[in-house]
């Protein structure tokens, strides 16, 4: 499995942004996706994710009501809508494949396959 990201770019707080992740491989319908951060500095960490049999979300609190992470199989995408960014949320930001058929999780160290990450910078 080869992951994409893009979508990133330079957004003023208060702003919008939405990040695709574009797969390739056969097991992207029955595979939980999540999508995580790593600011300069910081460890990375958990955003939101998305299951493989129900699509049930999960959010960090932080981005609760604020991002909102999708999926669509038909064109293998996973997507992160971001709405009312704030500084503090610059970071690089990757997407994430779990092995197949394995429950959403938090836990950047149960995905298998991550993409190379896509620079988001919010400025105040």
């Known amino acids: 499995v080869q992951l994409q990201a893009s979508g990133g770019g330079l957004v003023q707080a208060g702003g919008s942004l939405r990040l695709s992740c574009a797969a390739s491989?056969?097991?992207?319908?029955?595979?939980?996706w999540g999508w995580f951060r790593q600011a300069p500095g910081k460890e990375r960490e958990f955003v939101a994710c998305i299951g493989w049999n129900d699509d049930s979300t999960s959010y960090a609190e932080s981005v609760m009501g604020r991002f909102t992470i999708s999926r669509d199989d038909n064109k293998k995408t996973v997507y992160l809508q971001m709405h009312s960014l704030k500084p503090e949320e610059t970071a690089v930001y990757y997407c994430?494949?779990?092995?197949?058929?394995?429950?959403?999780?938090?836990?950047?160290?149960?995905?298998?396959?991550w993409g190379p990450g896509t620079q988001v910078t919010v400025s105040s």
């Open positions: 491989g056969n097991a992207f319908s029955t595979s939980t």
């Open positions: 994430a494949a779990r092995k197949p058929r394995y429950k959403r999780s938090k836990i950047s160290s149960d995905y298998t396959y």
